[in-house]
């Protein structure tokens, strides 16, 4: 009697249970998908908050006076100049985490450890910037549960939310560039230690990537619905 296997016995026999894992990605990045996309929802939530407290109050503080000045150089007469300074320098550090991905695919080190030393540097100037802005901020009476003197009335409500909300997005978006920063710092130490190079392998730097990545196109909503709307 045959004992052959079926095809269809055959595969489901394979670790996936499917024959190849889906939309045949690589375990550790399919993982990295499902984290970000549960991120994703959380910051979702957040921005769909704020624009409900932002258009569900009769006056909202106006982004073009709030952020008009540019720290250590500037209190006032320079709207969003600042702001966008610090979203150049985010985008571009995501340009340069392409650049170390695709040297990675080559198998180039030195590229990827140069790269990597860039991406680094985007994210501490802008942790910087933002450090800087907060600080500025503060100074002038903005804070969880603080806003200057000068809102009265019916502007109170809707400039305290705005605050609140402020510092909460952004300070947890700015989290999550500080993580970013760790995680690239651990693997170009790991790359200069020649870890990749011995697996055969910089699929590592493309799963750190996708965070980096990530992380610069939620700053994208951010500002848009903070500095611009």
Not at 38 to 54: H, M
Not at 157 to 167: C, E, K, S, T
Request: charged share 15%.
């Amino acid at each position: 009697m045959s004992t052959t296997v079926s095809q269809l016995d055959e595969i489901k026999t394979g670790a996936w249970s499917g024959g190849k894992s889906p939309l045949n990605a690589e375990y550790g990045k399919l993982m990295m998908w499902f984290f970000l996309l549960s991120d994703a929802f959380t910051f979702s939530a957040l921005l769909i908050f704020y624009g409900a407290q932002r258009f569900s109050k009769v006056s909202w503080p106006d982004p073009d006076e709030v952020f008009q000045s540019i720290p250590g150089v500037a209190d006032h007469g320079y709207p969003l100049v600042f702001v966008g300074i610090m979203t150049f320098i985010l985008i571009m550090s995501s340009v340069t985490m392409v650049l170390a991905v695709e040297a990675g695919h080559r198998g180039s080190k030195k590229e990827v450890v140069n790269w990597m030393v860039l991406t680094i540097l985007g994210g501490l100037v802008f942790l910087g910037c933002q450090a800087g802005e907060w600080a500025h901020l503060h100074h002038e009476g903005y804070w969880w549960g603080s806003i200057p003197e000068h809102y009265k009335g019916v502007d109170v409500v809707g400039a305290m939310q705005f605050a609140n909300l402020f510092f909460t997005i952004t300070g947890f978006h700015g989290f999550h560039v500080f993580s970013g920063v760790v995680i690239n710092i651990i693997i170009l130490f790991m790359t200069l230690g020649n870890v990749f190079e011995k697996r055969g392998t910089y699929l590592m730097i493309e799963k750190v990537g996708l965070y980096w990545h990530f992380v610069d196109l939620v700053w994208v909503f951010v500002f848009t619905f903070f500095y611009l709307v």
